[in-house]
Structures are given as C-alpha cells and as structure tokens.
C-alpha cells in the first residue's frame, strides 16, 4: 500500500513575541535586496518575506511583488531612522 505524504503547511505569520516586526516594504525583489544591503551595512539582521516564490514567478504585477522586511524589535527605530535618511536624500539629489 502506498505512504501518504502531507502537503507543507504555509509559514506561518511572526508571533507577537517573535523578537521581529515589519519595518517596510519593498515593491520587488530588487528593492528589497538594496534596502537589505543597506540596513545590514549598518549591523541590522534582516529577514526578507513575499508570498510569492522568485524562482516560479520571476515578475510580478502590482502588489503581487511586494517583499516585507523585517527587523529584529530592538533595531526597528534605528532601522527606519536609516530608511528615512536614504529617502531624503534621494529627494534631494
């Protein structure tokens, strides 16, 4: 007689006392890896998370591409101060 084999189940979400919260979101992939680099430059644990998988839909359209970037709790002020340097001074070049 044949094994069954259970489906994966989805990751689930972060607890609430996880130690991570979202600090921004990305539009893609691309976004997300330079917002990564920079955040790490600066000693900041990253973790990127999407719904969708890169490998099996290299594109996406709208919000379907969105990457969320989380941030361990104790560094989010510092991390969002360093977003927002970077948004500034893009406005002003």
């Known amino acids: 007689m044949g094994r069954v084999i259970p489906f994966r ?3 689930r979400e972060p607890e609430e006392g996880s130690g991570f919260v979202e600090i921004a979101r990305a539009r ?3 976004e997300a890896l330079v917002l990564q680099s920079l955040l790490e ?13 890169q490998s099996v839909h290299p594109f996406a359209v709208g919000d379907q591409g969105v990457v969320h970037l989380l941030v361990p709790r104790a560094a989010a002020a510092e991390s969002r101060r360093l977003l927002a340097g970077r948004a500034e001074g893009s406005a002003s070049s």
């Open 9 to 11: 189940r989805p990751a």
């Open 28 to 30: 893609d992939q691309a």
């Open 41 to 53: 430059a600066h000693g900041v644990r990253v973790v990127l998370r999407t719904h969708l998988a």
